[in-house]
Every structure is written in C-alpha cells, then in structure tokens.
C-alpha cells in the first residue's frame, strides 16, 4: 500500500490550543481563589511518571487542564495532540460473527470486506473518528511511522502473566532516563502499552534507540524480560516499509473497552485506573525532539553477542543486591548456570551475550522490505525455572562476565565419562598439522581454520588418536561421508568395520568412531541418549552451524570436547558468531601446502 496525499503528525494549532487553554483556566482559577469562591478540586492527578513498585517518586506536576468534566471538544483536541500517527489513514478493529475471527486492518470506505479491493479508497484518522472511537462506535489505532520515517510517539507492548512487573521496570528505566511515560492496560486486559509521546515529529531510529536503551535498562532489574521484548516496540520499523503503512498500534480509551476496565491508564503505585482519566493525561508533557535526540545520541547502539562481554551494573545501583560469592553451573549439552540468587543484571547480561543481531532483519530494513516475522535479534540461549542455558563455546566469556560482577563461576563436568579406545594415528603429520592438534589439544573447545589441500581432516584423525576417545564426526553432505570413512581408515589403524555410519544410506553407530550426517541426526528424538558415549564431537564444514539443523543437533549433544573444522569463519548472512558459541573459537589457522588446493576441489565443494 502506497503512501497518500495527507498531512502526518496532527495539527501544531491543537498545541497552541491546549497552552492557551492552561493559561486561562489557571487565570481563571487564581480569580476563583481571590474571590473566595469555591470550585473544582486543585489537587492534580498522579503524573504519568509517577513512582511506581520500584523506585521513588517525583516532583508534583503542573495541573490539570482537561478533566472528565470537560467538553468532548476538549477531550479529543488532547487526544488527537497526544495520540499522533499518519492523518490519510487510520487502523480499525473488525470482527466477524458469523466466523468469530477477528483482526485489524486499515479503513477502507465500504468495510473491511472491501480491503482487498484494488480500488479500495482509506479513510483518514479525523476528529470524527476519535469521537467514534471514544465513544465506543469503533475500536481504531494508529499507524504511528511518519513520512520521512518519523514519528510522534512510541510505545512498548507488554504480554503474558508478568506483564504488569515488566511494565513497571520499563516505567523505571523511563523515570532514570528523565523521560514521561504512561502505563495503559490493552484491550485483551492480559497485556499493556506503556506510551511515550514526543513534542513533534522524531525519527524512528531515534525513538526506538530510547525504548531499546529503556528496556536494556529495565532488564537490570526485571530478569523475566526477555530480548524478544525488543521486537514489541512501536513503531516496529526504523524505516517505511515499502508498499506498508508499518504496523499498527490500538489506541487506548475505547468506549466499549473502558466500561470492562481495559484501554484505560494505571495508576504505577496501585496499578488501578485513574478515576479521571482526561485529568491524567492532561499531566503529561510531551518529550521535546531536541531532548530525544540526545537522548538517542547519548544511548548509543545495544551490545550483544561478542560485544557484551562486560557487566553492565544498573544506572541506579541503589537497593540492588549483589551476586553470590559464587554462582554454580553444569557443563554439559549447554552451559546451564543457575539463576536462583543471581541479580537481574547479571542474568541480563548473560542473556546478550549469547545472543546476536540478525542480518536478516537490518537487510530487510535497509532495503525497505517487512521485516514481518524476523526478529531483530537471534536468541541462543535456553531458559528453565532455575537455570539460564547458554552455548557451550561462552563459557569463558560467562566466567568473564560474572567474575566483573564480583562473582566466580564454578562450573562443574554434566557430560558423561566414556570408555577409552585403542588406536593410533599411523599418518605423518607436517610441522603445519602438528602445531594444529598441539593447539587444539591444549582446549576442549576450538576451530581450527584450514584451506582446502592443507589436511584439515588428517589433524581430526590426529586429535582422535590423541584423545583416545570415541568420536562422532558431524558432516552435512554424503560425499563427505564417504571422504571420511576412507581417511579414518587410511590415517588411524582401524578397519571399515569400525568405523559406523548415521545416515547416507546406513544407519549403524558402532561406538569408536562414527560418521553422522546432520540431516539425519537432527531428525531424531533420542540425539542425547545416542551420543551419550563419545568424548569428542568434530563437526566438519562447522561454518553450516548456524544453518537450524546443524543448530538443533549440536545443542543436544552432551560431549566434552568439540573441535570444529572450516575452510572459512565467515559466513555470507553474517552469523559466524554462532560458530563460535557451538564450537569454540578459533585456535589455530592453517596454509595450504603449495599445488594440494587443486588436487582438493573434487572432495570439498561447498553449496
């Protein structure tokens, strides 16, 4: 859907309108006041930046100027003011009784049934409609992302049983931050909307910098906030989407809504509706676009991944406990660190670090494509009731981090012990190869980076003879399969028989080393009780990690020693970071012998 003629943002006279009005009813008040009348109540209601479970409170704010006793006029000029989006179009509720579905979608002349018409004409988001929505005639929202990728408000969606504590810490963030915010329960009554408003037209990637910086901010202290709140903000989308309004926002005080008790504001200290509504957010003061741009400015991009290998304490370190002396975790298919005790900060902390920017998403952007069901950010990390489940390969990074917390990691083995076994390397490694097993031995994790022809799979060979453990060896495809089998038997002194096979037309594991391939043991349900007797895992071709079958597969494996082998540590979506967590970092980075390249092309040819 293409853009149309329209004017974005409201109307600046209906703010020039609303101070005009402050100073004549404080006027009019201070007449009242020398003359001895009696009038309404002066006592203002709590400001939108009230304190709330979490924190103390605030200066007292400037009176009220619309209350529920104003005229409707009133009313709307205050809403239209706060609750700016896109004028030429608005969003509206549908709902259909004889199929009980519902959804949302934007207004069309003729009714929803006409959205898919080619002709179709949108409607504009007019005073009428607000009276009609306040009313209870419609339920309406608003598309808040502007022409020229601006906006007038932002707002954070909330859900599920603690979305009530996770309103609350953003509200907090939000006080810290010197930013006015106000808490509305949504429509459904199991979610909330805390809204930001600004002065005048903002950038989206401004005002998304300042939630994303708030929500960092109130993981601190609200552990149970997960990334995925990153992708509840709105607008969803720094820039306009091509041929897309962006997304939608439903817009609070719906007539039908309020007499259920939902759609209306919360008092943060009570989490109860004002009783007057109007007179709240008549207290609320629009954030000036200069401070929001500071703001933004000053919050800077969010870390994640490689980036977050520090401790980020809490902007108001006040009242916050500190970690346990030590924090216990089990190594194991994933790093399982316990999470009783451990300070909503740290817990943060860890949850970034094992997560990444998705390329995906900010390619979409770029190009102006929906980023409709793309996440932001790429979660790798597992959460239990008492235990925060992270990539294996983070666990010095973690001990990093929690040591810079004032806390030690004390990580104990939860892989099983298996039985040795009896072979040796019969091959003769070069200087090149041998300095790789030495490194690579020295860890239980690595990469070892080795252009084609440099003997990448005679080193794997090497590392089983010397760990003397029994081995699975992942691959992705079945010339691989075949590769592998023939190098095992001509580098280690094992016979065919020996060597068992998961996939490519068998399925026989043998138990000293078999070759698997990573289709057929992402399939299975059993992949831990099948690898529960190896003590080391080589993944060939690791940069397919990432790919979600290699991903589900190794994430169950319970091994000790991992060992990942490429021609490359890069990836072309940009997700070599995942390569690392699953398999270690990078120990050691070989050279092709001179003229062995070419006599490799015909057995590694990647997709």
Known sequence: MGDLPGQDGG????????????????????LRSLLGLDGRSTEAPTPAWTPTLFTAGQAAPPRATVD???????????FRALFAGRDDVYAQRWDNERTGKGGWGPAVRGGWSNARRPDREYLPYTVEVIERHLAGGLHAGIYPLLRGDACRILAADFDG????????????????????AALERSRSGDGGHVWVFFAGPVPAASARRIG????????????????????????????????????LIALPLQGDRRKRGTTVFLDPATLEPFEDQWAFLSTVEPLSTESAEALARGFGELATGPDASTYRRTADPTGVPKPPAKIAAVAGAMLGVDRIGVPPALIAALKHLASLHNPEFYEKERLRFSTWNTPRFIRCYRETLDQLLLPRGLRDKAARIVADAGSHLVVSDGWPVPDGIDTKLVATL?????????????????????????????????????????????????????????????????TPRQIGQLGGGRNKANGIVDVAMVQSLARRDDISDLTAGYGMVIVDECHHVPAVTFERAVREIAVRRWVGLTATPYRRDGLQALMAMHCGPVRYTMTARPGAALQALDLIVHE
């Open 161 to 180: 049983p603690g979305w009530t504590l996770d309103s609350l810490a953003y509200l907090d963030a939000a006080r810290a931050a010197g930013v006015p």
């Open 212 to 247: 994303v910086h708030l929500l960092r901010e109130a993981m601190t202290v609200r552990a149970e906030l997960d990334l995925a709140s990153y992708d509840r903000l709105f607008p969803a989308q720094d820039f306009m989407p091509k041929g897309s309004f962006g997304n």
């Open 11 to 30: 109307d600046d006279s209906v703010l020039v309108t609303k101070a005009e009005l402050l100073a004549l009813r404080e006027e009019n008040e201070r």
């Open 68 to 78: 529920q006793g104003s005229p409707p006029a009133m009313k709307v000029a205050l």
């Open 430 to 494: 070069e200087a090149d190869q041998q300095v790789a097993v030495d490194r690579l031995a020295e860890h239980d994790l690595g990469m070892l980076v080795a252009l084609p022809g440099s003997g990448k799979t005679v080193v794997g060979c090497a590392l089983i003879a010397h760990h003397r453990v029994p081995t699975l060896v992942i691959v992705d495809r079945k010339p691989l399969v075949e590769q592998w089998r023939d190098r095992l038997v001509t580098h280690l002194d094992l």
